[in-house]
Nanobody, 125 residues
Framework: QVQLVESGGGLVQAGGSLRLSCAAS????????MGWFRQAPGTEREFVAS????????RYADSVKGRFTISRDNAKNTVSLQMNSLKPEDTAVYYC??????????????????WGQGTQVTVSS
């Protein structure tokens, strides 16, 4: 069982930045590909970014490419999402997710085994 705890959400003006962090309780964190998803009210959970177990590969949704950066520190059991040039449409609850022994950079909800409780990001115009 892996517990994921997100932090770093909040309220920011359009054009601003936030950095989300996710701390994992996994004994061998490097066994997990990691991802970030988001969900706005009335919508389905959508993929934002993912990173491979070793951190060499990353993948992004087209809507965040060039603005968001995912990274991980396997020594500290953490994964982060740096969000720059934020837009009102980025407003959502952001979730951290872990895929045990997953393929390189998973992007589908069903590929992930564990989820955090989510952290709210609100971008005002």
């Amino acid at each position: 069982q892996v517990q994921l705890v997100e932090s770093g959400g909040g309220l920011v003006q359009a054009g601003g930045s936030l950095r989300l962090s996710c701390a994992a309780s996994a004994r061998t964190f490097s066994n997990y590909a990691m991802g970030w998803f988001r969900q706005a009210p009335g919508t389905e959970r959508e993929f934002v970014a993912s990173i491979s177990r070793g951190g060499q590969l990353t993948r992004y949704a087209d809507s965040v490419k060039g603005r968001f950066t995912i990274s991980r520190d396997n020594a500290k059991n953490t994964v982060s999402l740096q969000m720059n040039s934020l837009k009102p449409e980025d407003t959502a609850v952001y979730y951290c997710a872990a895929d045990h022994l997953g393929g390189s950079v998973p992007t589908k909800v069903y590929e992930f085994d564990y989820w955090g409780q989510g952290t709210q990001v609100t971008v005002s115009s």
